[in-house]
Every structure is written in C-alpha cells, then in structure tokens.
C-alpha cells in the first residue's frame, strides 16, 4: 500500500509540475523520523520549473494538490512537501494482505533464471568460502522465485585438471589402497587429505608437479588406469558434497561435470578457430582478441592442447541455452574471478552464442577473526566442522538452560533445533552484508540471540508464534484502535516487504532481506514489550487487532527467513 500511496502522490505531483509520475517517483524520499511524514518531496528540484524559490513551491503544491484518498495530512517544512499516509487505511489493508501465502510475492510470470552456484573442485572438502557461495545461490535463487522467475539451480563440479591431478598423484602413490570407508572419513575430506599431502611432497620434491602434468596427459589421452583412478576419486568427493548440500537443504536442479563436456568444448573452440573467430599468440595458444571489448586478451585453448577453465565455461553456457533458453544466466563466483567473466561474456558475445542475460554475481572472501584461509596448508575452515561445531554449541546451550522451554525436548529434538539454529546462524550471518564485501565470520557472534543475527530473527518468529497458539484473532478486523507508535512503525514496515523483495531481486542481493528482517524484529519486540495483548485487560476489538498484527508479523517473518534459506522454529 506504501507503493499505492507513493504512485498516488507521484501522480498528482506530476500533473501539477507538468512532469512524468516516474520522475516524480525518483524525487520522493521517505524521512527516517516519522514526524516528518512518510514521503518528501524536495520542492526545491523544480524551481527552474516553477521560477519560485522552493518553500512557495511547496506552498503553492499543497495548495493546488487534489485529495488523496491514502494521504491523510500534509505539511510544508521549507522546502519539503511532508505528506502522511492514513495509518487506519493502511493498517486495515496490510494486515489482510499480509496473511495472504504470496504476501509480497510477485504474480506475474516471469523468464527462466539459471543459477549456476557453489561449482566445487573435487580435490578437497567444501569450507567457508563455499558456504557463503552456497547461502548466496539458495538465496537468490529463492528471491527470484518469489519475484515470478522459473529458477534452475545449478551445480558445475570442476572435476578434471591439474588441481585434481595432483590428489590422484598423491593417493596413487601413497594412498596404499585406502578407501573413505575402510578410514570411516566423509569422501571429500578423504580426498582433500591426498591434496595437501600432494602439497607437502612437492615442497620436498619439486619433480612432482610434472608428474601431476604428466598424469593429466595421460587421463585426456584415455589411459585406462588414470580414467579409472579419476571416476573412483570424483565419486568419492561428489558423494561427500552431496551430504553437505542435504545438510544446508540444498538441491540442484542440474549437475554438470567437466568430465562430461571438456573434449565437446575443445572441438567447440577449434572450429571457432577454423573460422577465423580466434587467433594464435606467440606461444602457439589459441585466444580470444578481447581489445574491442576493452579486455585483455584470453587464452582458450593451450598450446598442448589442453583446455583452460574458460575452454569449459564457454561450452557450458552453450549447454545451458540448448536445454533450459534461459531469460538470465547467473554465476555465483567470487571476486577473483571478475576479470575471467568479463571476458567470458566478452567472448560469448564475440562467438554469438546465446545464454540469456549474463550476470556475475561476485562476492568477496570470508575470513576469519585470525586471518584468511588457505586451501593447500590444509588451514581452511571446513563447510562440516563449522556446522557441526555451531550445532554443538547450540545444543550445549539448550541442554544447560534451565529457563528455556527447549531443554525439555528429546535428544532428536534437540539434534533438529541446534541444527537449524546452527544453519540458520551461519546463512544469516553470511547473508547480512553486500555480496561484494569481503568480510569476517565470527562463530561465536553468528549463534547469539542478540544482535544482527539469524537466531534473533528466529527468536522473534518464536515470540510471535508463542502468542497465537496462546490465542489466534478471530473476528473482524478493526484496526482503529492500532495508535500506538510502536504499532504504526510495525504496520509500515510490513507495508515494505513486497517492494524489499523486489529491490533483493533486482540487486541479487540477499542482505535486503536480512535487514528488513533484523528491523521488523526490532519492531517487533519493542511492540512486544510496550502493546499488552493477552497478560492484561483491554478492550476485545483492540486485542483482536492486535492478534492480527501479531500474526501479519509471523507469517512475514517466516516468509524473510525462508527466503534466506532459513528454517523457522517453534522453541528456542
């Protein structure tokens, strides 16, 4: 309704300034302090319209302004038009709408989205980087969703190349047999353990990175023994991602596997090069002249004949087109890799391949308190420890309270609540800032029930649920008794959710979302503790009205978290 009010008023406006309501639209603000209305119009960007200075403008417009039927007042402060919206009006339709099941979602049939997200090696455990990466893909993926998009989501395992090259070396020459079973070790963790053996080797024998070469050589030219050690290692990788995504709740619509396409993609680019679409550099690589575009040029094909990760990528955004046609084509990759997806685009551009509108969504690292991760020391923080260190804690929380009504829960209870207590604190946390910010995970900050925090937000749903299983409304909704600030402050702010799903969508980004959310907590809590509802008496229309606020407020709750791949709860 906030959106009907801002078009109404753009409207009028315009019609008076002899300017368009999106003009109009783009001028309005909406003031942080509630005494100076829920829309401004700075009058003084239209004194070269009007040729008076901008509180006669202002003057002038409140005078000539026809009624609005959402605006309830208006006030002229310099050269602000102050406009406030009719609080009764507004409660009494956000309310209804907002206890709708596509409360703030959008009807309209939107294209295909396809969200190409996490895209592991197959040499080592998902850690944290992948967990942010992962947060980030549900997430959009879900506000697309829920902005009319068809959503694909998909997984690429970069499962071939030198990186994997080098834990198959590893295990060939030291694995002595071994398997994930006979060690009882999750396949991921198994496999990485080979690659930062690699590592160390090679720091005492600097002749095995050409063996790790050489054992590529032979995997592309079919040797039987490699293709097998290859197939046996990726399995084991694979089936340990796959328990992580069940973990995270996460299921792909798509997987693709390097393997599958590399020799396609190869002969893809070679008759690219046949018809004079690339050249060949001093090295005898074939690449990718990017000048035009104002990139540096782009090394697709090596010189040996090997292939090079943008050989793949470039193939693959073929695949994705010829199966899915999708509107929007999205990479969840972070910010190293800018400069590879702008050429990238470059090229698909340059070739005439079709995959819909690109977007690179690029985020930056996730570090620790200590400092930054690194993969081959074998010092990264692991996707499963840190999930199943959060969920310890959580659960050594429940089972130490003696105030919260969760310590009497059964020991799978228990299991299930730290788990999605835990989950939830790590995508809320990790979701909270500009994709593109690199930034620091805190552990111990994620899981507390105060602050900017995934548990905060869950707590609060609790509080509201606790309420409504005490007493739902039932009735008809009054809403004129709902004065005080607290209650309009949350009224408005769930008036805001459609258009904040919306910005999410068209920003991809998650942190709309988790902010609105942290707010409507907030405001729920300072209405909890100033709006008595069931502990004292007031009048039944005023009660029921409330319970309406209560329950708008845990139905948009439950929507926010959802959409940040966060389950709800109904103890704490």
């Known amino acids: 309704m906030l959106e009907e009010a801002r078009s109404e008023i753009a409207k009028a406006i315009g019609a008076l300034a002899k300017l368009s309501p999106h003009e109009i639209a783009t001028m309005l603000e909406e003031p942080k302090v509630a005494e100076q209305g829920d829309f401004a119009f700075p009058c003084f960007k239209l004194a070269s319209v009007f040729k008076k200075n901008p509180h006669e403008i202002a003057l002038d417009i409140k005078k000539k302004l026809p009624k609005l039927k959402l605006i309830k007042k208006i006030e002229v402060a310099g050269p602000y038009l102050n406009l406030f919206v009719d609080s009764e009006k507004l409660a009494s339709k956000v309310l209804l709408e907002a206890l709708k099941l596509k409360y703030g979602f959008s009807a309209a049939k939107k294209g295909k989205a396809i969200v190409e997200f996490v895209s592991p090696n197959t040499n080592k455990p998902l850690h944290l980087g992948h967990l942010r990466n992962a947060a980030l893909g549900e997430s959009v993926s879900r506000i697309l969703e829920a902005n009319g998009h068809k959503v694909i989501r998909a997984c690429l395992y970069n499962d071939r190349g030198i990186h994997i090259s080098k834990s198959m070396l590893a295990y060939d020459r030291w694995g002595n047999s071994k398997t994930p079973k006979s060690e009882k070790i999750k396949g991921d963790h198994f496999v990485g353990d080979?690659?930062?053996?690699?590592?160390?080797?090679?720091?005492?024998?600097?002749?095995?990175?050409?063996e790790a070469q050489e054992l590529l050589q032979k995997w592309e030219s079919g040797d039987r023994k490699a293709v097998e050690l290859l197939a046996k290692m990726n399995r084991w990788a694979i089936e340990g991602f796959q328990q992580t995504f069940k973990e995270l709740g996460i299921e792909f619509d798509k997987e693709f596997y390097e393997t599958d396409h590399y020799k396609d993609a190869k002969k893809l680019l070679l008759d690219y090069h046949k018809k004079?679409?690339?050249?060949?550099?001093?090295?005898?690589?074939?690449?990718?002249?990017?000048?035009?575009?104002?990139?540096?040029?782009?090394?697709?094909?090596?010189?040996?004949?090997?292939?090079?990760?943008i050989t793949q990528d470039i193939q693959l955004a073929k695949m994705k087109y010829d199966e899915f046609k999708p509107a929007m084509s999205i990479y969840v990759v972070a910010d190293e890799q800018n400069l590879h997806f702008k050429q990238l685009f470059a090229i698909l551009q340059k070739l005439g391949i079709k995959a819909g509108q690109y977007h690179h969504l690029s985020y930056g690292l996730v570090n620790l308190p200590e400092g930054r991760m690194k993969s081959r020391e074998g010092t990264v923080v692991d996707a499963d420890d840190l999930i199943e260190e959060l969920r310890s804690a959580v659960k050594m929380e429940i089972e130490t309270s003696e105030k919260r009504p969760s310590k009497d829960l059964s020991d799978k209870e228990k299991h299930e609540l730290a788990h999605k207590i835990a989950t939830?604190?790590?995508?809320?946390?990790?979701?909270?800032?500009?994709?593109?910010?690199?930034?620091?995970?805190?552990?111990?900050?994620?899981?507390?029930?105060?602050?900017?925090?995934?548990?905060?937000?869950?707590?609060?749903?609790?509080?509201?649920?606790?309420?409504?299983?005490?007493?739902?409304?039932k009735g008809k909704l009054d809403a004129k008794g709902l004065k005080l600030p607290e209650e309009i402050s949350l009224i408005k702010h769930l008036a805001r959710f459609p258009a904040a799903v919306e910005k999410a969508a068209a920003q991809y980004s998650p942190h709309i979302i988790?902010?609105?959310?942290?707010?409507?907590?907030?405001?729920?809590?300072?209405?909890?503790?100033?709006?008595?509802?069931?502990?004292?008496?007031?009048?039944?229309?005023?009660?029921?009205?409330?319970?309406?606020?209560?329950?708008?407020?845990?139905?948009?709750?439950?929507?926010?978290?959802?959409?940040?791949?966060?389950?709800e709860v109904d103890v704490m």
Not at 548 to 565: E, F, I, M, W
């Open 194 to 210: 080979f690659y930062v053996l690699f590592d160390k080797k090679a720091g005492e024998n600097p002749k095995l990175a050409d």
């Open 276 to 309: 004079g679409f690339f050249a060949k550099d001093e090295k005898k690589n074939i690449i990718a002249e990017l000048k035009d575009y104002g990139l540096p040029d782009k090394v697709v094909l090596r010189a040996d004949g090997t292939s090079v990760y």
């Open 424 to 473: 939830g604190a790590i995508n809320y946390y990790l979701l909270k800032v500009d994709p593109k910010t690199t930034m620091i995970f805190d552990p111990k900050v994620s899981i507390s029930l105060e602050g900017d925090t995934g548990p905060y937000v869950q707590y609060a749903y609790v509080r509201a649920n606790k309420i409504l299983e005490r007493e739902s409304p």
């Open 514 to 567: 988790t902010t609105y959310a942290r707010e409507l907590a907030d405001m729920f809590n300072s209405f909890y503790e100033k709006a008595p509802i069931l502990n004292k008496p007031i009048a039944k229309e005023l009660k029921t009205a409330r319970l309406y606020l209560v329950d708008a407020v845990r139905h948009t709750l439950q929507k926010s978290l959802n959409l940040l791949g966060i389950q």
